[in-house]
């Protein structure tokens, strides 16, 4: 396997990964997703809310505000206090606001943290309100997994992506033109008589420009040996960290079945 | 109501944009434009913007405060 | 394109959605409230010389009387929370006349008078925006309702044939009648239908209420007053062929040759066996009361009567010799629509009849005690206010019809706003009536063609169109004198001089001949332009190689609507215009009166040849639609690419939007509704059309913007069912808050008993377990948050005991009360909201409690998009299980793609591509029905920004990882929850309540009801041979009892409880009974045979 980072800007990492199957990628791609424990606010306690917004409403806001320093917690589910949250399991966050003009917006960095947990973001809106109205909650922040519900989701969109192929032949070729103006993305271009390809990896497998080619010089087709993969956090994790954690878990994984293979009776 | 916080399609952070994008497109910037510059980049995402309503401000006019009710 | 929407914009800004509703309520309190009263004049009594003159009837500010007898100004917000009702107490100025004395006038209060919110009596209309939030109201509320005991109701527009004139039909074969000449003669309260006939014989024959039979034309003409036959037949035509028909009509009235002879022979029906002067009395009274009582009611009409009935018979012979075709009745110009102000009038005119003889009867009374009665107190002003509030309440209207007012839908804002504009045919929903269910070509532009009902209501409900207008109707004096000043020859003269030219029909009236129509009608239409005659009255002239007639209207409930004026091939409306209106100096009023845009009713419309676009304009036009799209209703201007779509999806579509779930009003937090769903993030949608922007729905919008992807994913969209993502749900998509509100009145009995809110003591009858009282505080009321589940106690409360016997038993121990509190519904769960304590206007302490729910989607839950298409959840997928683009777009919703060939709904493929093109650019795609965005402008712009122009992309298996063979539709389209939710369905049940009267298990879910274990599957278990199961089924889970059957004479026998035996009623207790198991619906039917004097025996074996 080989592989090359092809960006890593915008909050997007994107890497290529050389004979690698794409269901491998796609392991990577899933337990990033689903299985890589990240904090977020799990249970809210709420003192006073005068806001239009009901308690419901607020809770679910919450939880969603992505949370960085859950490195030190253990995953509740794991955790020796049977579920019921510790200080072990659980890091607070509180939160009292009262609104001193009109329309004025709570936003995620009014929160406080009394543990290690702290929003991520700190211009992420929780409610607006109006002078005199009061919000005091207490937040408890869990570690979870992204298979239990979105909120510990760390990844906002993670793709897998085959290289694409786009063969030109050169002899049918009568460099007309028409797959550079239908490409959308824009990646053909005449050059010394030829047409060739600017950016690989842009296209889209949209056979737009085959189908375009009057002579059909051109052909679109991908390699599932090579593929990419697009990941993009929402903050608790940077992207280097989170494909590690996603192979420590993989890594994991494996040992947990290797382990368990091993302790089977000899007769199997 | 207000500004969802993540996008409802693919999670992504939105909400601390909003302020942003209402900010230029009362300006008189092209929405589109803005959205590119907030690196907002699937459509996914970019629908959260373009259709969101700020109901909540409606909603907010009709509070109370507690001082002009009750203490009568 | 842009000018006329700006046309159509100030149209809005002007009117509002619900301007004719206010209008006409307006028109009632102004004008027809005092000539009700007027009508009325005096109230006479049966004491000598002793009567009472009614004078000016005072509408003042709505208020109520509150329980310590102050009245108070309120507000509507007030009205909804206190269950009160919204009305204006109204003021009668009166004077008594004793002996021809008349007294100081004096005013009374008469009753209250509900008000129309927002109508020009009600308080809110002359709020600014911040004075409405003040206020507590939603300056988006468009009014037109009102409000009784709290609750709004709507009083729905009636349609119906229109009154005075003249429908003419061919009858078929069977029938002694070849063809029928109808009119419904109505005036004010009156409605009396007068028809005539031609009879196989060729004679006209009239029949009318009050008289039994037929009378022969040629007799009723003469009876009023016609001296000749040779003046009868100037009445009915002067076409020579016309006039040969008359003949066997003149034969049959040749034996009757004076008025006296005429009215005889009328008195004879009428008054049989009387004296010849009573029966002429008799036969002139009917002649002049129930005789086409629109003309009018006293002697001096006769002249007209006979004239109008003389047009009847020329019309019916035109037809039977076939210079005229019989008239289509539904055609729009034979059909008024009657608002909430005709309707209350009627409705009032009743009670006020109702009030005057309970004054009457109440005077007699006071004067023959007494020699000076104070007139107010005795008027009893709660006769109105009882008649209009019950009315309003219950829907039942004067008349017997029922379903009149209705309580306003409150679902979502287009769904208040569609009830507002709802007409409501009064034909039958058993009988077929296709023809009525069909769309007329006169509906264009005045009602929807998309949005009726489905099933028995299908084309019987209709829905106003959004630029169609009603009138509100002008004196038709004025016009009828113009008429004439335009060289209009009055129809006698005209006739005794033999004129031959156009008749002028003036509401349905025959009022003369004009020798040149052309001419006449365009001058009308000229001085209507020029705003010297009203904009409402409208000028059609209806020539044939046989007929010429000029209609020329001016009464109320025609449906019209405004199209900008064209001459000579260009339109009138110019660029200046536009301007103004855009800048705000003009208003939609100025057009009109400029004479740029014209209002033409269905029958004027039969003479205009209107283009639909500026392309389409040449010399022939005479008008300009504003807008083509405004042919739609408002719920059809929610569906973009609607001219796309197959026509019954609109339909389902228009049915559904007002079922979906949005922001149904900003002031949410203080209103108190039964049922209640609010979205907790709604999205303007993105593919949009210009109606619903203009109408500004984008500030209320119900539904959210959905990534749809068209595949077929596991299977679990089958059937049109849905796949929804699950993490889009996590993060709050299509999230909504259920509210449910709980009330309970503290109430007063007579005797001084009373109702206590309370935490009820253990030892009131039917205290429920103490755990179920656990959220009440000191005050029995539940604190708000709290956390309630089915059949908790929300308000504690107990009850005096119903009858007085109940507590003599308990002499010691006292009354015994009774356990009254209010508690959840079983089954619904849900957090405290709101604790609204206050006082009705008895003084009765109310106790309002909202209990809020929120309802995350699930499986079961139902969905659709604009189109029609409607699903329910069948998979939640999380994303990482989705397919995915490269871009790592995953779709909210995976719809089949077998939704989409036989439904041909085009136009949901053009949102979804539109909404996809719309997010990627930024340029705002246009779904307006037959101008919206292009298709070409779509792709383009997909192009542009780096996607497929077809709107399909590569997608990779969420679950595998590998790419997806076919490409995939995927795209933004705005779906709606529907309010159909599996929250508000699931039921189950183990054991639970039965009736009392069967015992057997109850049925509903609301009554925790039992499953039905049908008769189709009683015969799967016949079939199967399952008798045990069948039996357990049937009768051991249902009523099974065991009854001792005496065996000597088979009836039922009773347990004797002193003996401790079994006793039959008959036989004694020698005889030997047995136990018998039956069903105990068996055995109720053995005691209801009994009851019948039969005595069914039951034949006991043994068994073997």
Redesign the interface.
């Given at each position: 396997m080989d592989v090359k980072v092809l960006s890593n800007s915008d909050g997007q990492l994107k890497f290529v990964a050389k004979d690698a199957d794409p269901t491998f990628m796609n392991a990577i791609r899933r337990i990033i997703m689903a299985e890589v424990a990240i904090p977020a606010i799990e249970k809210v306690y709420i003192a006073e809310n005068t806001s239009v917004l009901y308690d419901d409403i607020i809770a679910h806001r919450l939880g969603l505000i992505p949370l960085k320093g859950g490195e030190i917690l253990t995953l509740t589910e794991k955790c020796d206090c049977d579920k019921k949250g510790c200080p072990k399991c659980e890091s607070i966050l509180t939160l009292e606001v009262e609104a001193a003009e009109d329309n004025f917006l709570v936003y995620s960095g009014r929160m406080k943290a009394e543990g290690s947990v702290f929003p991520a973001n700190n211009n992420i809106p929780i409610a607006e309100m109006n002078a005199g109205q009061k919000l005091t909650l207490e937040a408890h922040a869990r570690l979870g997994l992204g298979k239990n519900h979105a909120k510990w989701q760390p990844v906002s969109a993670c793709a897998v992506k085959y290289e694409p192929i786009i063969e030109i032949d050169s002899k049918k070729c009568d460099l007309c033109g028409a797959c550079i103006e239908e490409c959308p993305k824009k990646i053909l271009k005449e050059k010394d008589n030829a047409i060739v390809v600017t950016s690989l990896w842009d296209c889209t497998l949209c056979k737009l420009c085959e189908e375009a080619c009057p002579p059909a010089a051109i052909k679109i087709s991908y390699d599932d040996r090579n593929s990419v993969l697009i990941v993009e956090t929402t903050g608790s994790l940077t992207n280097d960290e989170l494909v590690l954690a996603a192979c420590d878990v993989m890594l994991q994984k494996c040992e947990e079945l290797k382990s368990s293979i091993k302790s089977l009776p000899e007769a199997f | 109501m207000i500004i969802p916080v993540r996008c409802f399609t693919c999670g992504k952070v939105i909400a601390d944009k909003w302020d942003e994008f209402k900010k230029e497109v009362a300006k008189g910037e092209n929405p589109s434009k803005v959205l590119d510059s907030l690196g907002i980049k699937r459509y996914c995402c970019r629908r959260m913007f373009l259709s969101n309503v700020e109901l909540i401000e409606e909603s907010l006019k009709f509070y109370v405060r507690p001082k002009e009710e009750g203490k009568t | 394109m842009d000018d006329r929407w700006v046309l159509m914009e100030s149209f809005f800004k002007e009117k509002g959605l619900v301007r004719q509703h206010l209008d006409s309520f307006d028109d009632f309190i102004k004008n027809k409230l005092q000539e009700i009263v007027d009508e009325q004049g005096v109230i006479e009594t049966d004491l000598p010389g002793y009567k009472i003159k009614l004078g000016k009837l005072a509408v003042k500010r709505p208020t109520i009387h509150e329980a310590d007898g102050s009245e108070k100004e309120i507000l509507p917000m007030e009205a909804r929370q206190r269950n009160l009702s919204y009305a204006s107490s109204m003021y009668l100025t009166v004077a008594p006349v004793e002996d021809g004395y008349e007294e100081e006038p004096i005013e009374v209060y008469v009753g209250k008078l509900p008000i129309m919110v927002k109508s020009g009596y009600c308080i809110l209309s002359k709020m600014s925006k911040e004075e409405l939030?003040k206020a507590?109201e939603?300056p988006a509320d468009p009014g037109g309702y009102f409000i009784i005991n709290g609750s709004e109701r709507v009083v729905v527009i009636q349609e119906d044939l229109a009154v005075n004139r003249i429908l003419v039909d061919v009858m078929d074969g069977t029938s002694p009648v070849t063809h029928v000449a109808k009119v419904f003669s109505a005036t004010s309260g009156f409605r009396v239908p007068v028809t005539v006939e031609r009879m196989k014989g060729g004679d006209l024959q009239v029949t009318f209420p009050s008289i039994p039979g037929r009378i022969s034309l040629s007799i009723l003409m003469k009876a009023l007053g016609v001296a000749s036959d040779k003046e009868l037949v100037e009445f009915v035509s002067n076409e020579a062929e016309v006039q040969k028909s008359l003949i066997p009509t003149l034969e049959a009235g040749v034996d009757i040759n004076s008025v006296k002879d005429a009215l005889d022979y009328i008195g004879n029906r009428v008054a049989i066996g009387q004296t010849s002067d009573f029966r002429i009395q008799r036969a002139e009274q009917i002649l002049d009361k129930y005789l086409l009582p629109h003309l009018g009611m006293t002697p001096n009409d006769r002249k007209k009567k006979s004239l109008f009935l003389g047009q009847m018979g020329e019309k019916i012979l035109e037809l039977s010799i076939g210079r005229r075709k019989s008239d289509d009745k539904d055609h729009y110009a034979n059909k008024r629509l009657k608002l909430a102000g005709d309707l209350l009038a009627s409705l009032y005119r009743v009670a006020f009849k109702s009030f005057c003889r309970d004054m009457k009867y109440q005077l007699e009374r006071a004067k023959s005690r007494s020699r000076r009665v104070s007139i107010p107190t005795l008027v009893r002003a709660d006769v109105i206010t009882e008649r209009l509030r019950h009315a309003l309440a219950t829907g039942n209207w004067v008349g017997g019809k029922a379903g009149v007012s209705q309580l306003l839908d409150r679902t979502n804002y287009l769904s208040t706003v569609g009830h507002l504009r709802r007409i409501i045919s009064p034909l039958s929903r058993s009988q077929p009536h296709f023809e009525a269910r069909d769309l007329h070509s006169t509906q264009w532009g005045r009602l929807c063609p998309s949005e009726t009902p489905e099933g028995p209501n299908c084309g019987l409900v209709k829905n106003l169109a959004l630029m169609a207008f009603i009138s509100v109707g002008v004196d038709e004096k004025p016009v009828e004198e113009l008429l004439y000043e335009l060289e209009t020859e009055q129809i006698e003269g005209a006739r005794q001089k033999g004129l031959s030219g156009a008749k002028v029909i003036l509401n349905g009236r025959l009022i003369g001949i004009h020798q040149k129509p052309e001419l006449l009608v365009s001058e009308m239409r000229k001085l209507r332009r020029r705003g010297r005659v009203s904009h409402e009255v409208n000028v059609a002239l209806y020539s044939t190689e046989t007929i010429n007639e000029i209609y020329v209207n001016c009464d109320a409930g025609r449906v019209r609507r405004p199209l900008i004026i064209v001459d000579g091939g260009s339109t009138r409306l110019a660029k200046e215009h536009v301007e103004k209106l855009a800048a705000g100096e003009w208003s939609w009023n100025d057009l009109v009166l400029q004479g740029i845009v014209e209002y033409l009713d269905a029958e004027e419309e039969e003479n205009s040849y209107i283009a639909l676009n500026t392309e389409d304009l040449d010399k022939e036009r005479s008008h300009m639609e504003i807008v083509p799209s405004t042919i739609l209703g408002i719920s059809a201007s929610m569906i973009p690419f609607l001219e796309a779509n197959q026509s019954p999806r609109n339909t389902y579509g228009s049915a559904m939007v007002k079922q979906s779930l949005g922001?149904y009003a900003?002031?949410?937090?203080?209103r108190l509704d039964t049922r209640g769903h609010l979205l907790?993030?709604?999205?303007?949608?993105?593919v949009n059309t210009r109606s619903a922007k203009t109408l500004e729905l984008?500030?209320r919008?119900a539904g959210?913007?959905f990534?749809v992807a068209i595949l077929s994913h596991a299977g679990y969209n089958i059937e049109d069912a849905l796949i929804m993502?699950?993490?889009?749900v996590?993060?709050?998509?299509a999230?909504s808050?259920f509210f449910r509100c709980y009330e309970t009145e503290e109430r007063r009995y007579p005797g001084g008993q009373e109702d206590k809110i309370e935490t009820p003591a253990p030892s009131v009858r039917g205290y429920r377990t103490s755990e179920s009282y656990r959220f009440l505080g000191d005050d029995g009321m539940i604190e708000p948050?709290s956390i309630v589940g089915g059949g908790d106690v929300l308000v504690g409360k107990t009850s005096p005991p119903r009858f007085l016997e109940e507590y003599r038993e308990f002499e010691s121990t006292g009354p015994v009360r009774r356990e009254t509190s209010v508690s959840m519904r079983a089954g619904e769960d849900g957090?405290v909201?709101l604790v609204l304590v206050t006082e009705t206007s008895d003084g009765n302490k109310l106790v309002k409690i909202r209990v809020?729910n929120?309802r995350i989607p699930e499986l079961g839950d139902k969905f659709a998009s604009r189109h029609g298409q409607k699903g329910v959840i069948g998979m939640l997928v999380?994303?990482?299980d989705m397919p995915?683009?490269?871009?790592?777009?995953?779709?909210?919703l995976i719809i089949n793609p077998h939704a989409i060939p036989s439904r041909m709904t085009l136009g949901q493929l053009l949102e979804v591509l539109g909404?996809?093109a719309?997010?990627?650019?930024?340029?705002p795609i246009d779904g307006t029905a037959f101008c919206g965005s292009d298709e070409k402008t779509m792709k383009a712009l997909?192009?542009?920004?780096?996607?497929?122009?077809s709107g399909?992309?590569?997608m990779?298996d969420?679950r595998?990882?590998?790419?997806l063979e076919a490409?995939v539709f995927i795209g933004?389209a705005y779906y709606l929850k529907l309010h159909h939710m599996v929250a508000d369905k699931m039921h189950a049940r183990a054991r639970g309540p039965v009736q009392i009267l069967t015992r057997q298990p109850t049925e509903g879910r609301a009554r925790e009801g039992g499953l039905r274990f049908g008769e189709m599957e009683r015969d799967c278990l016949i079939a199967h041979g399952a008798a045990m199961l069948l039996k357990e089924r049937l009768l051991d889970e249902s009523d099974r009892t065991v009854i001792n059957i005496c065996e000597d004479c088979g009836l039922i026998a009773y347990y004797d409880r002193v003996k401790d035996k079994h006793v039959c009623p008959i036989c004694g207790d020698k005889a030997k009974t047995t136990r018998v198991v039956m069903s105990y619906a068996f055995k109720l039917l053995l005691q209801e045979l009994m009851s019948l004097g039969i005595a069914p025996r039951l034949k006991l074996e043994e068994k073997v």
């Open positions: - | - | 939030i507590g939603d922001f900003a002031n949410f937090s203080k907790h993030y709604p999205q303007k949608p993105l984008d500030r919008p959210q913007n990534v993502n699950k993490s889009s996590d993060r709050g998509l999230r808050s948050e957090i909201d809020r929120e999380p994303q990482y995915f683009t490269e871009d790592g777009v995953v779709p909210d909404g996809k719309f997010a990627v650019s930024g340029k997909l192009r542009d920004a780096g996607f497929k122009p399909k992309e590569i990779y969420g595998t990882g590998r790419v490409e933004i």
